[in-house]
Each structure stands twice: as C-alpha cells, then as structure tokens.
C-alpha cells in the first residue's frame, strides 16, 4: 500500500509517497516525480519525495542543488531521525548535497544513474528552450535503453511540465564537484551503493566508475539496461537495494 504523506516546511508544503515505514527517502531526477519509485516503495518499502515544483509538492524558486538539498533534509527531518538516501541522476546530485550540507540525517547513500558533475548537451537545452517537443523525444530516446510501459507516460509528463525540465536540466548543468573529488575536498565515510544502467547514455557508466573509485568501501552494481533503471530493471534494483539496506536498518 503505497499512502502520501505532507510536511510543511518554511510555508511549503512537500509531498512523500510512503510505502512500508523505513527509513530510505528516494530523490528522482530531472522534470521527474516521487511515482518515479512505485516499484521500490512497493518491493523494498520507504519514502519518495516530490521535489518541489514537482507532483505535488508547492512551487517556489529553486536555483542550485544546494536548494533542492535544503528542502529534502528540512522536509526529511520533519519525518525521521536519519536516512538512507536513494538519488537518481538531479536527485544523485541532491543527496551528495544533502551529505554534505546535512550530513546528521544521513546513514547511508545510494546513487543511482548519477555522477559528480552532471553537465548538459547544449544542444539539448537549446531544443528544450526552442522545441520542447522534439527535445522531450531526444531526452526520452536517450533515457531508456528499450522500451517500458512508463515510455510514453513519462514523455508526455515531460512535455507538460516542460519548463520544469528545461530548470532541472539547467540546475544539473551548473553542478560540478569532480575537482573537490579529485582534490581530496570531498570524502565521503558512509556506506555508499552506486548502481548504473551498462547502456545509460545520459550518465555514462564512467560517471559511476568514478564515484567508486573516489567513494572508499563503495560498491558499484553495473545493470543490464540505460539510465530509467528503476523503470527498466524493477525487480533486479530492489533485490540489488534490499540487500544492501539488510544490514543497515
Ligand atoms: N564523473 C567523472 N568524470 C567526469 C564527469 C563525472 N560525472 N563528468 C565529466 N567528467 C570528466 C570526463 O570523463 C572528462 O575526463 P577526460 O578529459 O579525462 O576524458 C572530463 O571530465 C570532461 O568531460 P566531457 O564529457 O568532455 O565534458 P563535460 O563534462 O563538460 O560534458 C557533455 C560535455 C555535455 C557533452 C557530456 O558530459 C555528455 O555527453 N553528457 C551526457 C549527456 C547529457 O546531457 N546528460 C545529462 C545529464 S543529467
């Protein structure tokens, strides 16, 4: 039974979708919202957050990652103690922020289909800005390595919320934290999955590679299949996930 659960921060209302009461908060990606993750709240259980702008949470102005990160640990917190932490792609990039900026609410992260610098085609945001319908169709092609039933409904959900997208988009482009990686800056100590599509075209495997390689005690699960993986690989994302959270929670 997946039920919606509202908290209130600062005025704004943020929406979850709750599956079985645990203490995993999944972030989905660009122009993207919380029914991203029916699956894992059905088959591994915990909460997806509806960004704001997003679903059904309040409108407001958001410009960074940094303030996408705020209201998931102020809305988090309104909630539980701590969290384990799933992001994927824009949401990867909101709960590295979220450890970093609020690293007490964290107990562990799962990056899925994400990376530490997520910079974006400039054709595609040129398209997103001039032609939203072709650009969707780009985006859509790219996103999923074969078809899923969800194709056409996220394709259409993209289109209609658009602009959202094209923020999203332009959000993730300014994200950029491989030289505090590189350099030592940035060293995550919490247990960390990181699991990427083998054929995602939108955060190449590399991406993944390189968070395993700076992430110590971090484990990389490569999946057959491109960047939707919680759409494409349902079943073998929640085993992969159930079995690191076993020991966790
Ligand atoms: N993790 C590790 N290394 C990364 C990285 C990441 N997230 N992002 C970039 N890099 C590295 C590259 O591997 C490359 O290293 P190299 O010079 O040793 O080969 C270097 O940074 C430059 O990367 P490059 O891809 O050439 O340039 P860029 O980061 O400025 O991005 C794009 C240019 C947009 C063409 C390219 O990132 C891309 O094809 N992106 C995927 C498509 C897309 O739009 N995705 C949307 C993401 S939400």
Redesign the pocket.
Known sequence: MVSEVLVNVNDVEISFLRGKDLPIVYVHG?GCDAKLWSYQLKGVGGYAIDLPNHGQSYELEINSVDDYAYYVAEAVKKILDKAIFVGH??GGAIVQKVYLNHKKIVKALILVGT???????PT?LEELRNNPKKAVDTIVNMAFDRKVGEFEEIKEAFLENSKVLLRD?EI?DKFDL?DDYKNGKIRIDMPTLIIVGNKDR??PV??SE?LNKQIEGSKLVVLDGGHMIMLEQPERLNEVINEFVENLI
């Open positions: 660009s792609s824009l990376g530490v610098r997520l910079r974006v085609l595609l988009l993730c491989l939108l955060t590399k991406y390189f």
